[in-house]
């Protein structure tokens, strides 16, 4: 694995953490099925988001920068 590719790849999964555990603490302050939702199936937590995006872009935007690190890191393999 090329350097790059491993600094990426250690980069996504920190964002990603860190979006999730956000995600899990708007879902739960939302409601407890929201919040159970976001630790088993953050994508569908994702979707029941969706309508507030505004409010919670920067948890969008967590998610988007660890989906570009993956993918970079993975066309930089």
């Known amino acids: 694995m090329m350097p790059v590719s491993a600094v990426l790849t250690v980069f996504a999964l920190a964002f990603?953490?860190?979006?999730?555990?956000?995600?899990v603490k708007v879902c739960f302050d939302d409601s407890t099925i929201a919040g159970f939702l976001a630790l088993f199936i953050p994508p569908l937590a994702l979707v029941l988001l969706l309508p507030r995006w505004r409010?919670?872009?920067?948890?969008?935007?967590?998610?988007?920068?660890?989906?570009?690190?993956?993918?970079?890191?993975?066309?930089?393999?």
């Open 16 to 23: 990603a953490a860190i979006a999730w555990l956000r995600l």
């Open 55 to 77: 409010q919670e872009q920067e948890l969008y935007l967590l998610w988007g920068a660890a989906l570009a690190c993956l993918l970079l890191s993975f066309v930089l393999h």
